[in-house]
């Protein structure tokens, strides 16, 4: 999937602040805010150690779900869903963190699971905060084949993760300043099952290596200056950098890439009269290579950024963001620079004093790095990069309201136009790493609708429920080198390979007494398809139960015990990754 780019409106592009929305501007801070206050660091990046057992969860713009736990090994993929809290963190949240400067917790149990946390507030006062973080996640258990030639022959399935970071934070008279470094390690073999390619219908098992681990590791770094206090003109300026890298490519005999982002944003707004204000907000990253020697390893230098002028006005009978968001794509080699625009607009409408109307019409760039990828799905292939999808259209509407005593109801939908969508499919190499996953990249259209249901007994119980329907429409732009050379006429309709048709998220929180605390939670995800060789597969219905029980015996500690995959179900969310069966996990969660 290699993209060729060309330099003629490279210096365009960065003398117009190219960036990214203002919404991601904001969601950045609000996560390095969280990280000041010792907010635990439960649902960071696959790559950033904490996505051995979480889903990633649908992405609209909606209240965020009651969080669910799921099995270790659930590791990421298409589509975006939820990333959802690990047990550890759901008992923290039981516990009184107001008088405490750290935490620690710790979890072990079937598959040699492992998880473990902690982070301290090292300085704390009213000018200065200063804290870290550590997280590990691993495991190395057997898991079973759940399709093939190869049905129910065990595996070993090994990943390590590890995370750790530190935040900064200094209050001046008129303004913040923010630093943060974190570095994630993750090591981990590609145990999937063989699957077919072009070059044979089935590899031979034997030259497969599913023992050598993969390493890929991060580092990234933030600095970032925001005005404070009551201001006509506001501002926020940051830079940020990223080192991504993978030991090895294909096999154990060829180095791996690493990957360069160096980034840059500009926020700027002007309060006009009571309830106005103008701006502009933009965001830019390079993307620059470090390749190995005599590689094939296709991945090319390029710019990408998104500028948004933008007008907000506020009342009190709701608001409204008019804007246009111009993007950009400036790499280098034979192509032309890609340049779109996209509506920048959010409206909300109040409907009386607990229901609220809403909608938003944006656009964005996906870098598609291998880093990006990465988070999503640590198996994608390590040596070919992937061409930046365009979203033109990215249009939500809902509807939230709270109108009856501990309930909550939320109805919305989706409509999204994306050129160069990206999609996994299985890959073989003859010899070497077995199961890769390759991309795939082609227009999408998404339609998405929803309904979201809370409610709350006083302090006795929870309920939520949550119900996504997605249909998808493709169109195959750019087949990669392996299927170019395959007769296209033998290639089966397109699907959206990976992505469900159905999702469906259910809980139930109890607390029979006051320290007991008992979780059930479910999730269902239906009707994927993989492209396997020349044909489209289904893959297995995703029944996930879990249950969460949690003993608080102070603010300062509690003990937990959770049991997964309940209905004893086999399934993988990556084709030929098959994920833990029934399995326990027990611990202790400790807050100083």
């Given at each position: 999937?290699?993209?060729?780019y060309?330099?003629k409106t490279?210096?365009?592009?960065?003398?117009?602040?190219i960036?990214?929305t203002?919404?991601?501007?904001?969601?950045?801070?609000?996560?390095?805010?969280?990280?000041?206050?010792?907010?635990?660091?439960?649902?960071p990046?696959?790559?950033?150690?904490?996505?051995?057992?979480?889903?990633?969860?649908?992405?609209e713009?909606?209240?965020?779900?009651?969080p669910?736990d799921y099995?270790?090994?659930?590791l990421?993929?298409?589509?975006?869903?939820?990333?959802?809290?690990?047990?550890?963190?759901?008992?923290?949240?039981?516990?009184?963190?107001?008088?405490?400067?750290?935490?620690?917790?710790?979890?072990?149990?079937?598959?040699?699971?492992?998880?473990a946390?902690?982070?301290?507030?090292?300085?704390?006062?009213?000018?200065?905060?200063?804290?870290?973080?550590?997280?590990?996640?691993?495991?190395?258990?057997?898991?079973?084949?759940?399709?093939?030639f190869?049905k129910?022959?065990?595996v070993?399935?090994?990943?390590?993760?590890n995370?750790?970071?530190l935040?900064?934070?200094?209050?001046?008279?008129?303004?913040?300043?923010?630093?943060?470094?974190?570095?994630?390690?993750?090591?981990?073999?590609y145990y999937?099952?063989?699957?077919p390619?072009?070059?044979?219908?089935?590899p031979?098992?034997?030259?497969?290596?599913?023992?050598?681990?993969?390493?890929?590791?991060?580092?990234?770094a933030?600095?970032?200056?925001?005005?404070?206090?009551?201001?006509?003109?506001n501002?926020?300026?940051?830079?940020?950098?990223?080192?991504?890298?993978y030991?090895?490519?294909?096999?154990?005999?060829?180095?791996?890439?690493a990957?360069?982002?160096?980034?840059?944003?500009?926020?700027?707004?002007r309060?006009?009269?009571?309830?106005?204000?103008?701006?502009?907000?933009?965001?830019?990253?390079?993307f620059f290579?470090?390749?190995?020697?005599r590689?094939t390893a296709?991945?090319?230098?390029?710019?990408?950024?998104?500028?948004?002028?933008?007008?907000?006005?506020?009342?009190?009978?709701?608001?409204?963001?008019?804007?246009v968001?111009?993007m950009?794509?400036?790499?280098?080699?034979?192509n032309?620079?890609?340049l779109?625009?996209?509506p920048?607009f959010?409206?909300e409408l109040?409907?009386?004093?607990?229901?609220?109307a809403?909608?938003?019409?944006?656009?964005?760039?996906?870098?598609?790095?291998?880093?990006?990828l990465a988070?999503?799905?640590?198996y994608?292939?390590p040596?070919?990069?992937?061409?930046?999808?365009r979203?033109?259209?990215?249009?939500?509407?809902?509807?939230?309201?709270?109108?009856l005593?501990?309930?909550?109801?939320?109805?919305?939908?989706?409509?999204k136009?994306?050129d160069?969508d990206?999609?996994?499919?299985?890959?073989?190499?003859?010899?070497?790493?077995?199961?890769?996953?390759?991309?795939?990249?082609?227009d999408s259209?998404?339609?998405?609708?929803?309904?979201?249901l809370?409610?709350a007994?006083?302090?006795?119980?929870?309920?939520?429920?949550?119900?996504i329907y997605?249909?998808?429409?493709?169109?195959r732009?750019?087949?990669?080198?392996?299927?170019a050379?395959?007769?296209?006429?033998?290639?089966?309709?397109?699907?959206?390979?990976?992505?469900p048709?159905?999702?469906?998220?259910?809980?139930?929180?109890?607390?029979?007494?006051e320290?007991?605390?008992?979780?059930?939670d479910?999730?269902?995800?239906?009707?994927?398809?993989?492209?396997v060789?020349?044909?489209?597969?289904?893959?297995?219905?995703?029944?996930e139960l879990?249950?969460?029980?949690?003993?608080?015996?102070?603010?300062?500690?509690a003990?937990?015990?959770?049991?997964?995959?309940?209905?004893?179900k086999?399934?993988?969310?990556?084709?030929?990754?098959?994920?833990?069966?029934?399995?326990?996990?027990?611990?202790?969660?400790?807050?100083?």
């Amino acid at each position: 999937m290699k993209t060729r780019y060309s330099l003629k409106t490279l210096s365009i592009l960065l003398l117009s602040g190219i960036t990214v929305t203002l919404a991601a501007q904001e969601e950045q801070q609000e996560a390095l805010n969280r990280e000041l206050t010792l907010e635990r660091e439960y649902n960071p990046s696959v790559q950033d150690a904490n996505k051995v057992n979480t889903l990633p969860a649908v992405k609209e713009p909606v209240v965020t779900s009651t969080p669910v736990d799921y099995a270790i090994l659930s590791l990421p993929a298409d589509p975006e869903r939820e990333i959802n809290l690990l047990p550890a963190a759901r008992i923290l949240q039981d516990m009184d963190y107001s008088k405490r400067r750290g935490y620690a917790t710790i979890g072990a149990g079937a598959y040699r699971n492992i998880n473990a946390d902690a982070g301290y507030h090292l300085l704390h006062t009213a000018k200065d905060r200063l804290n870290f973080f550590l997280s590990h996640r691993s495991t190395q258990g057997k898991v079973k084949y759940t399709r093939g030639f190869m049905k129910d022959q065990k595996v070993e399935a090994n990943v390590n993760d590890n995370l750790g970071g530190l935040d900064f934070l200094h209050s001046f008279d008129a303004s913040v300043l923010q630093l943060g470094a974190k570095y994630a390690y993750s090591a981990f073999n590609y145990y999937g099952l063989p699957s077919p390619s072009v070059h044979s219908r089935w590899p031979v098992p034997e030259i497969v290596d599913t023992k050598t681990n993969q390493v890929s590791q991060q580092l990234t770094a933030t600095a970032a200056l925001e005005s404070q206090g009551v201001k006509a003109s506001n501002y926020a300026l940051g830079i940020d950098f990223t080192r991504f890298s993978y030991k090895y490519a294909w096999d154990n005999s060829m180095p791996g890439i690493a990957e360069h982002t160096a980034g840059a944003r500009l926020k700027w707004f002007r309060i006009w009269g009571a309830d106005q204000q103008i701006g502009i907000a933009t965001h830019f990253n390079y993307f620059f290579y470090t390749l190995p020697e005599r590689s094939t390893a296709s991945f090319d230098n390029h710019l990408e950024g998104t500028l948004t002028p933008y007008y907000r006005i506020e009342g009190t009978a709701g608001s409204l963001s008019l804007g246009v968001s111009f993007m950009g794509v400036a790499p280098q080699g034979e192509n032309d620079t890609r340049l779109f625009a996209s509506p920048h607009f959010a409206g909300e409408l109040r409907l009386g004093a607990k229901t609220l109307a809403y909608a938003k019409a944006g656009g964005e760039i996906r870098s598609n790095s291998a880093f990006m990828l990465a988070r999503e799905n640590r198996y994608v292939d390590p040596y070919t990069g992937v061409t930046p999808s365009r979203t033109w259209l990215d249009l939500t509407a809902g509807l939230r309201t709270a109108i009856l005593p501990g309930f909550r109801f939320h109805l919305f939908g989706q409509y999204k136009l994306t050129d160069d969508d990206y999609f996994f499919i299985p890959y073989q190499n003859p010899e070497g790493f077995g199961n890769f996953s390759r991309v795939l990249s082609m227009d999408s259209k998404l339609l998405r609708t929803g309904i979201e249901l809370e409610y709350a007994c006083l302090n006795l119980f929870e309920l939520t429920f949550k119900g996504i329907y997605n249909r998808w429409d493709e169109e195959r732009n750019d087949l990669d080198d392996r299927l170019a050379t395959t007769d296209l006429s033998l290639l089966p309709e397109r699907k959206a390979y990976g992505r469900p048709s159905v999702e469906i998220t259910a809980g139930l929180k109890v607390r029979p007494v006051e320290p007991l605390s008992l979780s059930l939670d479910y999730y269902r995800i239906a009707g994927r398809k993989a492209l396997v060789h020349t044909v489209n597969e289904d893959m297995r219905d995703i029944d996930e139960l879990n249950l969460t029980a949690s003993y608080t015996f102070s603010d300062t500690f509690a003990l937990w015990l959770t049991a997964r995959n309940l209905l004893f179900k086999q399934y993988e969310l990556i084709y030929g990754y098959p994920l833990h069966g029934f399995n326990l996990m027990a611990g202790i969660s400790i807050q100083f």
